[in-house]
């Protein structure tokens, strides 16, 4: 088993909980949900959440809701409802029912004036600030609201005319009646209902108050079943109100279990600032290839397999720490390389001219698609006189490692040929505009009967034959670790990679035209890349995946990074 398998074997605190309530008869079986508010799309660390939640009930034979949690109707949108429903789907998980957290909203409605009858809700009259001014600090207690002592009768009165649109805006909320001396804050009478009149978007205009998200939760879950109800580690503190309500409610009771946010180097993910970079143009919408939103990913051509991976091997934690994104990136690499067709494709060419090859001949060659898939079969490459290469593989001066193709040297063309090179072309400025090589006869890749040995093997592409297509060099939106946290006087936007897009023209082998969109594959020694949806039959598309090894690493190792 090797150190991967064997830490995916090993039980996190999550399933070890699990493991113990169920032998405890605690819950009946392991029933989860996921619970995205629609204020904007996913991003990796929902992937995260996903994975866990829908795995848990997979792995022990349970259900997984998704459930929309839509308590805040000015910033949810139906947009982000199906973004979300489609991430989820294209991670690969299905979920057993699909709820809103509106639709609990009667039954929401009901409870509270339970509560306020037995006397555990009043409502307030205090205003936002002087709310602020009675409910203490983390060193001092609260004090108790002047309101507090309303009676349940006088409670539920004003409580309906609250709903029935009476009070304006803001004016009056409903609170429950804990302990304004709790330690912890979240207990100090917290809010439980809010005038707001707002159209939501499924309720339209049917309430002007809203319950908040703590009221709303754990009894949405208790409401569905849910046995274990997972969340990130902010919620912690909040757990206590969690079991408060479902006590005093006397309710079906989930289990609140927190775990650490996944957090990864480079990336911004929280929405506030994927929404800013959305809507000022840093980017070019939720879906830009550099964004760290599922959608981004899945334009940019990862798969969902490597998410997943990648989310499997990052491990569940009880502390915040930051995962290193090269950890993403290889888990990209690591499917890819097992499944991407590898294709030529030539991005910054330059011309080379066989001089002894016959005028106009054109000659098939044959690849394998795939070295780590043999069932991935071989295709036919046209080879000819008049090729492009990349501009990096030649040098006219070159120091003894040079291994690729310099003056007077020689290198083999992927699949082709042994050529030499004799002489160049130049431009007045200098700069070689031409290559000009012999090529060997005896020396074809697969009958090569000459017993000569070069060091260095390059791609290619014949120009008569090569598909032109525009190619997005797509690399980090950052450029340091920790955007999030900018220094003083600055903001994120401050470390933006300005060449976090090149965009360029490209030589690729004719078998790409045949590509769809969503197509991966391997362009042999430059990386990985996918057909974008931008493609039309006049033009293909292709956006950079990820390179063939961590440049960046390399980079900061020398201190070029930045
Ligand atoms: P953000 O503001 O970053 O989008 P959020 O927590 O406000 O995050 P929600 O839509 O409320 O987003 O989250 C839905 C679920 O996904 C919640 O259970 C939440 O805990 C979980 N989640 C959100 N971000 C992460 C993360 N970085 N790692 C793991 N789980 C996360
Ligand atoms: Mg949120």
């Avoid at 795939?370 to 080879?383: H, M, T, V, W, Y």
């Avoid at 012999?438 to 260095?456: A, F, H, I, N």
Wanted: proline share 5%; charged share 30%.
């Amino acid at each position: 088993m090797s150190e991967q398998e064997a830490k995916r074997e090993s039980k996190h605190f999550i399933q070890q909980a699990i493991e113990a309530d169920l032998a405890a008869g605690r819950f009946s079986g392991v029933f989860t949900r996921f619970p995205p508010e629609p204020n904007g799309y996913l991003h990796i660390g929902h992937a995260k959440s996903i994975c866990l939640n829908f795995g848990l009930a997979k792995d022990y034979g349970g259900t997984c809701n998704l459930r929309f949690d839509d308590t805040n109707p000015t910033k949810e949108e139906t947009e982000y409802v199906d973004s979300i429903q489609e991430d989820i789907r294209w991670l690969g998980f299905e979920w057993d029912s699909l709820h809103y957290a509106s639709d609990y909203f009667d039954q929401l409605y009901e409870w509270a004036e339970k509560l306020i009858s037995e006397g555990h809700a009043y409502v307030c009259d205090l205003t936002a600030e002087q709310t602020r001014e009675y409910r203490g600090t983390l060193t001092e207690p609260g004090r108790n609201s002047p309101f507090r002592d309303r009676t349940a009768q006088e409670n539920l009165d004003l409580f309906r005319r609250m709903r029935a649109g009476e009070f304006p805006d803001g004016s009056r909320v409903l609170r429950a009646k804990i302990d304004m001396a709790s330690p912890n804050i979240n207990l100090r009478d917290p809010v439980m209902y809010r005038i707001l009149r707002a159209t939501h978007h499924r309720t339209g205009d049917k309430w002007c108050i809203y319950p908040t998200y703590d009221w709303t939760h754990g009894q949405s879950d208790s409401i569905e079943g849910i046995s274990f109800s997972i969340c990130t580690l902010e919620f912690e503190n909040h757990r206590p109100l969690y079991d408060w309500y479902c006590e005093k409610l006397g309710i079906h009771h989930p289990r609140q279990i927190e775990f650490a946010k996944l957090k990864l180097s480079t990336l911004l993910m929280g929405k506030r600032h994927m929404l800013r970079m959305v809507k000022e143009g840093y980017v070019n919408g939720w879906d830009d290839p550099r964004m760290p939103t599922i959608s981004g990913y899945r334009r940019r051509g990862y798969t969902p397999e490597s998410i997943r991976n990648f989310c499997a091997d990052a491990g569940i934690a009880k502390f915040n720490s930051t995962i290193d994104v090269i950890r993403l990136e290889n888990a990209v690499r690591e499917h890819l390389n097992a499944v991407a067709l590898r294709r030529m494709a030539v991005l910054d060419p330059v011309k080379l001219t066989i001089t002894n090859w016959p005028e106009g001949k054109v000659e098939m060659t044959e690849a394998i698609n795939n070295p780590e898939d043999p069932s991935a079969g071989k295709r036919q490459i046209p080879f000819s006189g008049k090729l492009w290469i990349e501009q990096d593989d030649f040098r006219e001066e070159a120091p003894r490692k040079f291994f690729r193709l310099k003056k007077g040297g020689a290198v083999r063309l992927r699949a082709g040929y042994i050529v030499d090179c004799h002489d160049v072309v130049k431009d007045d400025e200098g700069n070689v505009i031409e290559i000009l090589c012999t090529y060997d006869p005896e020396t074809k890749s697969g009958s090569d009967s000459s017993g000569r040995k070069v060091k260095g093997t390059i791609h290619w592409v014949s120009a008569e034959h090569a598909v032109e297509a525009e190619v997005r060099l797509y690399d980090r939106l950052f450029t340091v670790e920790n955007p999030g946290d900018p220094e003083e006087g600055k903001t994120f936007l401050d470390y933006l990679n300005p060449d976090s897009l090149k965009v360029i023209t490209g030589y690729l082998e004719p078998a790409l035209a045949e590509a769809k969109s969503g197509d991966r594959v391997q362009f042999e020694r430059l990386g990985y890349y996918v057909v974008d949806p931008d493609t039309t039959p006049q033009k293909m598309v292709f956006n950079r995946i990820v390179s063939l090894r961590d440049t960046w690493g390399k980079m900061e190792a020398k201190g070029k990074a930045n």
